[in-house]
C-alpha cells in the first residue's frame, strides 16, 4: 500500500519541523538576548499542538517531568527575585527547552535521520562561520575582535558546537565525517576556547570508550586533524585573520590567503586515504594521545590557576588563568549560604556578583558554572530539579553508531557549562535538549481526541503569551527610552501593563517628566523603581544622580548610602564619585533637601 502525500507530510513533519527550528536557533538564536526566545518558543508550541492533532501523544513524557517541574520552580522563584524580571526570562527558558526535548519524543523513531539533519546542519553554521574570516564582509566585527564566534554570537558557545559536531563526524567516518571533523577542528581552534578543547577531549575520549569502531573513527580523526592544525598554524601568522583591531586591507588581504589554504586543507582531508590502524597501532595512538593529555595537566597544575583576567588573543590559549572564574563561583558558594533553600532568585546572580565581588573588574551576570549558578539563584531545590532533570535525559543506556553520537550532545552541554555560560544561549541547548529527548522517548503513539487537542491549542495559547509578555515589554521600554515625552509615556505604560516586573518602563516616565520639567515627578518613578527592585543596584543609583541632579544631595545620599551597600566596588566613575559628591555638598550644610 502507498502512503498518500498527505500521509507522508504527516510523517515527516516531526523530523522536518524539529530541525528547522534547530536552525533557526543555530543560525538566529540572536545570543543570550530574549527576543529569539519568545518566538521558537511559540514556534515549538505550534508544532507540538499540530503533532498532537495530526500524530498523537508520544510515550517518554516521564523522563521530562524534572525538567517541567524545574520551569515552574524558576517561575515561583519569581515572587521572592532580586531580579524578578530576569527570574520571568529564566523560567521562560527552561519552558523552552522542555519544548524542545518534547519535541524531540515525536522523533524518538527517526534518530538516524535527525543525526544526518544535525549534522547538515552543523555543516552549514561552520561553513557560514569560516567564511566570515574569508570575507570579512561577513561578519564586520571581526575587525574588533578576531575570535570567531559568527553565527551564534559568542566563541565558547561556537567551541561547543564543535564538541556537538565531533561525535556525528566519528559516527560519519568516510569523506563528509572527515571533512565536517576538519573544519570544525579548524573553528574551535580559531574560538580561542580553552573550555571548548577540553570538552572535545572529554567528548571524544568519550566516544573511544564505547564505540565499537575505533579503528575506523582514529583515522577520520587523525585525517580530519593534522590538515586543521597545519592551516591554524599558519593562520596565526596571519594578523588579519587572528589578530584583533585590524584594519579591512589586511583582513580582506589575509582573509583570502585563509581561505585558500582551507580549500587545500579540505582537499587534503577528503583525498588522503584514511589510514587501516592495526590493533597494535591504535593503541600506540591510544597511548601518544593520553601522555600528550597528560603532560598538558602537568604543565596546568605547575604553573597553578590564577583568577585574574585575560585577553581575547590566541595566546589565551597557553594562559591557566581561569578569568574570575573561581572568583564567581565562590561568589556564587557565598550567595547560596545565605538563601540556601530558595535562592535569591532565577537569573540574579548579578545581585549576588556586586555584593561579594572584591573589584569592579570581575562584574558579571552568571557565575559560569551551570550547578552553581542553579545552586546560588534557585537554592537546594532547584539544583536537585536540575540534577534530576539531565540525568533522566542522560541516562539512555548503552548506545552505538548515530544513537551514541547523539547521546553524547547532552553529557557535551553539562560538561562545557561547568565553566561557561550556555543555558543563555538557545542556539547550543535547544540541539542538546532535543537529541536527548529524542533518544528518551519511544515510538509509541496514543491517538488524541479532538477536545484534548482543543484543551491543548488554548494551553499553548496561553503559554505563548507568557513568552511574549516580556519581550513585548523589553521593546516598548527600548522605545520609550528615545521618544518625545508623550509617546515615551504611553509606551512606557503599556510596557509595564504586559510586564509589570520591569524597572526601565519607570525610567523611561522618569525621563518624560524631566522632559516636560516636573522634577519631583521624574524622583517619584525613580524611587518607584527602588521599591520595585530593591536588591538591584541601578535603581538605587539612578534615584541618587537624579536627585543629585535637582539639587537634593540630602535624598541623593540616602539613595547612595544603598547603592554603595549592593555593589561597594564600582568603576568610581560608576557611582562611587557621585556618592563623594552628594557627601561632600550634605556635609557643606547648604542642601535643604
Given at each position: 500500500?502507498?502512503?498518500?502525500?498527505?500521509?507522508?507530510?504527516?510523517?515527516?513533519?516531526?523530523?522536518?519541523?524539529?530541525?528547522?527550528?534547530?536552525?533557526?536557533?543555530?543560525?538566529?538564536?540572536?545570543?543570550?538576548?530574549?527576543?529569539?526566545?519568545?518566538?521558537?518558543?511559540?514556534?515549538?508550541?505550534?508544532?507540538?499542538?499540530?503533532?498532537?492533532?495530526?500524530?498523537?501523544?508520544?510515550?517518554?513524557?516521564s523522563?521530562?517531568?524534572?525538567?517541567?517541574?524545574?520551569?515552574?520552580?524558576l517561575?515561583?522563584s519569581?515572587?521572592?527575585?532580586?531580579?524578578?524580571?530576569?527570574?520571568?526570562?529564566?523560567?521562560?527558558?527552561?519552558?523552552?527547552?522542555?519544548?524542545?526535548?518534547?519535541?524531540?519524543?515525536?522523533?524518538?523513531?527517526?534518530?538516524?535521520?535527525?543525526?544526518?539533519?544535525?549534522t547538515?546542519?552543523?555543516?552549514?553554521?561552520?561553513?557560514?562561520?569560516?567564511?566570515?574570516?574569508?570575507?570579512?564582509?561577513?561578519?564586520?566585527?571581526?575587525?574588533?575582535?578576531?575570535?570567531?564566534?559568527?553565527?551564534?554570537?559568542?566563541?565558547?558557545?561556537?567551541?561547543?558546537?564543535?564538541?556537538?559536531?565531533?561525535?556525528?563526524?566519528?559516527?560519519?567516518?568516510?569523506?563528509?565525517?572527515?571533512?565536517?571533523?576538519?573544519?570544525w577542528?579548524?573553528?574551535?581552534?580559531?574560538?580561542?576556547?580553552?573550555?571548548?578543547?577540553?570538552?572535545?577531549?572529554?567528548?571524544?575520549?568519550?566516544?573511544?570508550?564505547?564505540?565499537?569502531?575505533?579503528?575506523?573513527?582514529?583515522?577520520?580523526?587523525?585525517?580530519?586533524?593534522?590538515?586543521?592544525?597545519?592551516?591554524?598554524?599558519?593562520?596565526?601568522?596571519?594578523?588579519?585573520?587572528?589578530?584583533?583591531?585590524?584594519?579591512s586591507?589586511?583582513?580582506?588581504?589575509?582573509?583570502?590567503?585563509?581561505?585558500?589554504?582551507?580549500?587545500?586543507?579540505?582537499?587534503?582531508?577528503?583525498?588522503?586515504?584514511?589510514?587501516?590502524?592495526?590493533?597494535?597501532?591504535?593503541?600506540?595512538?591510544?597511548?601518544?594521545?593520553?601522555?600528550?593529555?597528560a603532560?598538558?595537566?602537568?604543565?596546568?597544575?605547575?604553573?597553578?590557576?590564577?583568577?585574574?583576567?585575560?585577553?581575547?588573543?590566541?595566546?589565551?590559549?597557553?594562559?591557566?588563568?581561569?578569568?574570575?572564574?573561581?572568583?564567581?563561583?565562590?561568589?556564587?558558594?557565598?550567595?547560596?549560604?545565605?538563601?540556601?533553600?530558595?535562592?535569591?532568585?532565577?537569573?540574579?546572580?548579578?545581585?549576588?556578583?556586586?555584593?561579594?565581588?572584591?573589584?569592579?573588574?570581575?562584574?558579571?551576570?552568571?557565575?559560569h558554572?551551570?550547578?552553581?549558578?542553579?545552586?546560588?539563584?534557585?537554592?537546594?531545590?532547584?539544583?536537585?530539579?536540575?540534577?534530576?532533570?539531565?540525568?533522566?535525559?542522560?541516562?539512555?543506556?548503552?548506545?552505538?553508531?548515530?544513537?551514541?553520537?547523539?547521546?553524547?550532545?547532552?553529557?557535551?552541554?553539562?560538561?562545557?557549562?561547568?565553566?561557561?555560560?550556555?543555558?543563555?544561549?538557545?542556539?547550543?541547548?535547544?540541539?542538546?535538549?532535543?537529541?536527548?529527548g529524542?533518544?528518551?522517548?519511544?515510538?509509541?503513539?496514543?491517538?488524541?481526541?479532538?477536545?484534548?487537542?482543543?484543551?491543548?491549542?488554548?494551553?499553548?495559547?496561553?503559554?505563548?503569551?507568557?513568552?511574549?509578555?516580556?519581550?513585548?515589554?523589553?521593546?516598548?521600554?527600548?522605545?520609550?527610552?528615545?521618544?518625545?515625552?508623550?509617546?515615551?509615556?504611553?509606551?512606557?505604560?503599556?510596557?509595564?501593563?504586559?510586564?509589570?516586573?520591569?524597572?526601565?518602563?519607570?525610567?523611561?516616565?522618569?525621563?518624560?517628566e524631566?522632559?516636560?520639567?516636573?522634577?519631583?515627578?521624574?524622583?517619584?518613578?525613580?524611587?518607584?523603581?527602588?521599591?520595585?527592585?530593591?536588591?538591584?543596584?541601578?535603581?538605587?543609583?539612578?534615584?541618587?544622580?537624579?536627585?543629585?541632579q535637582?539639587?537634593?544631595?540630602?535624598?541623593?545620599?540616602?539613595?547612595?548610602?544603598?547603592?554603595?551597600?549592593?555593589?561597594?566596588?564600582?568603576?568610581?566613575?560608576?557611582?562611587?564619585?557621585?556618592?563623594?559628591?552628594?557627601?561632600?555638598?550634605?556635609?557643606?550644610?547648604?542642601?535643604?533637601?
Amino acid at each position: 500500500m502507498v502512503a498518500s502525500p498527505q500521509m507522508r507530510a504527516i510523517r515527516e513533519l516531526p523530523l522536518a519541523a524539529s530541525l528547522l527550528l534547530i536552525g533557526l536557533a543555530l543560525f538566529l538564536g540572536g545570543g543570550p538576548r530574549y527576543g529569539s526566545l519568545a518566538w521558537l518558543g511559540g514556534a515549538a508550541l505550534g508544532v507540538i499542538v499540530v503533532l498532537i492533532a495530526t500524530i498523537g501523544i508520544p510515550a517518554g513524557w516521564s523522563r521530562l517531568v524534572p525538567l517541567g517541574a524545574l520551569a515552574a520552580w524558576l517561575a515561583l522563584s519569581i515572587t521572592w527575585s532580586a531580579l524578578p524580571d530576569r527570574s520571568w526570562e529564566y523560567a521562560n527558558r527552561a519552558f523552552v527547552y522542555l519544548l524542545f526535548a518534547a519535541l524531540g519524543l515525536w522523533v524518538a523513531g527517526r534518530t538516524r535521520d535527525l543525526a544526518l539533519g544535525l549534522t547538515a546542519l552543523l555543516g552549514a553554521v561552520v561553513t557560514w562561520s569560516l567564511l566570515g574570516k574569508v570575507l570579512p564582509f561577513l561578519y564586520d566585527d571581526y575587525g574588533r575582535i578576531a575570535r570567531l564566534r559568527g553565527p551564534v554570537g559568542l566563541w565558547n558557545q561556537l567551541a561547543l558546537l564543535a564538541d556537538f559536531a565531533l561525535p556525528l563526524a566519528l559516527w560519519r567516518r568516510g569523506r563528509s565525517g572527515t571533512l565536517l571533523a576538519y573544519a570544525w577542528i579548524v573553528a574551535l581552534l580559531l574560538t580561542y576556547s580553552r573550555g571548548g578543547l577540553l570538552t572535545a577531549i572529554v567528548v571524544t575520549v568519550a566516544w573511544f570508550a564505547l564505540t565499537d569502531e575505533r579503528a575506523e573513527s582514529a583515522a577520520v580523526l587523525l585525517v580530519g586533524a593534522l590538515p586543521a592544525v597545519a592551516v591554524v598554524g599558519i593562520a596565526f601568522l596571519l594578523p588579519g585573520v587572528t589578530s584583533d583591531g585590524q584594519a579591512s586591507h589586511v583582513r580582506w588581504r589575509d582573509g583570502l590567503i585563509f581561505g585558500a589554504l582551507l580549500v587545500a586543507g579540505a582537499l587534503v582531508a577528503a583525498l588522503v586515504r584514511r589510514p587501516r590502524l592495526s590493533p597494535v597501532a591504535l593503541k600506540r595512538l591510544a597511548i601518544a594521545s593520553a601522555l600528550a593529555v597528560a603532560v598538558g595537566a602537568v604543565v596546568v597544575l605547575a604553573l597553578g590557576g590564577g583568577s585574574g583576567s585575560i585577553g581575547n588573543s590566541g595566546g589565551r590559549l597557553g594562559s591557566t588563568s581561569s578569568n574570575f572564574r573561581t572568583v564567581w563561583w565562590r561568589q556564587a558558594v557565598d550567595g547560596w549560604q545565605h538563601h540556601a533553600l530558595a535562592g535569591t532568585g532565577a537569573g540574579s546572580f548579578h545581585v549576588t556578583n556586586l555584593r561579594y565581588r572584591t573589584t569592579f573588574l570581575d562584574e558579571t551576570t552568571e557565575p559560569h558554572d551551570l550547578p552553581l549558578q542553579f545552586l546560588s539563584e534557585s537554592g537546594i531545590v532547584g539544583l536537585a530539579l536540575l540534577a534530576v532533570a539531565l540525568a533522566l535525559l542522560l541516562h539512555t543506556g548503552r548506545r552505538r553508531g548515530h544513537e551514541l553520537a547523539l547521546s553524547l550532545l547532552l553529557p557535551a552541554y553539562v560538561v562545557h557549562s561547568l565553566v561557561d555560560i550556555d543555558w543563555d544561549f538557545v542556539a547550543v541547548s535547544a540541539p542538546a535538549f532535543l537529541a536527548a529527548g529524542a533518544l528518551a522517548g519511544r515510538p509509541v503513539l496514543r491517538p488524541a481526541r479532538a477536545f484534548g487537542t482543543l484543551v491543548g491549542a488554548g494551553a499553548a495559547l496561553l503559554a505563548f503569551c507568557v513568552l511574549l509578555l516580556p519581550w513585548l515589554g523589553q521593546r516598548w521600554a527600548a522605545e520609550a527610552s528615545f521618544a518625545a515625552p508623550a509617546r515615551a509615556e504611553r509606551l512606557a505604560k503599556r510596557a509595564r501593563s504586559v510586564d509589570p516586573l520591569l524597572v526601565e518602563p519607570l525610567w523611561a516616565l522618569a525621563f518624560a517628566e524631566e522632559q516636560r520639567g516636573d522634577d519631583l515627578r521624574s524622583l517619584a518613578y525613580y524611587e518607584q523603581a527602588t521599591r520595585d527592585q530593591p536588591e538591584n543596584a541601578q535603581t538605587w543609583l539612578a534615584a541618587g544622580r537624579f536627585a543629585l541632579q535637582i539639587g537634593c544631595a540630602r535624598r541623593a545620599l540616602q539613595h547612595f548610602y544603598r547603592f554603595v551597600a549592593l555593589d561597594n566596588k564600582a568603576r568610581p566613575s560608576e557611582g562611587p564619585d557621585d556618592y563623594r559628591e552628594a557627601l561632600r555638598l550634605v556635609n557643606t550644610g547648604k542642601p535643604r533637601c
